[in-house]
């Protein structure tokens, strides 16, 4: 019993993040505005969010963005275009740090980096053009 306890307290202690677009909803317009391919499959079978004529680029929200250089960085090494990580800030003051990281280490290791906010998406009535969008859902 203690150790279920123990087990339900540190559940209920995780941060949750509750995103209100999904990750693809910011991708597809990205992509979309830069003539890029949608999850373009690796011979490894990895998808690289989009790849455009000159990169390789991978989506994540702003608390994943260790995670993002990586992934990135991977994509880079299997199709030969330079990596680019797109932060998505959903609230720019505060996760604005997260971005500065990247940045920061972009120009140490050579790649790209840039970052979207919600205005990329274009609203009406808070919903976003992606039908499969979760804010399409309440």
């Not at 995670?67 to 275009?81: D, F, K, N, P, V």
């Not at 800030?89 to 980096?113: G, M, T, W």
Request: hydrophobic fraction near 35%; glycine fraction near 2%; charged fraction near 30%.
């Amino acid at each position: 019993m203690k150790r279920f306890l123990l087990i339900l307290s540190i559940m209920i202690s995780m941060p949750v993040y509750a995103h209100e677009h999904s990750e693809a909803s910011y991708q597809h317009v990205w992509c979309k505005m830069h003539n890029g391919i949608e999850e373009y499959e690796n011979k490894d079978y990895t998808r690289v969010d989009c790849l455009t004529k000159t990169n390789a680029v991978e989506f994540d929200f702003a608390n994943k963005w260790a995670e993002s250089i990586g992934q990135a960085l991977h994509y880079q090494y299997m199709t030969g275009r330079r990596a680019k990580v797109v932060l998505i800030l959903e609230n720019p003051q505060k996760e604005r740090c997260y971005f500065k990281r990247v940045e920061n280490l972009s120009k140490i290791h050579n790649f790209d980096a840039e970052y979207v906010t919600k205005d990329i998406l274009n609203l009406k009535n808070g919903k976003c053009s992606n039908p499969k969008c979760k804010c399409h859902r309440k």
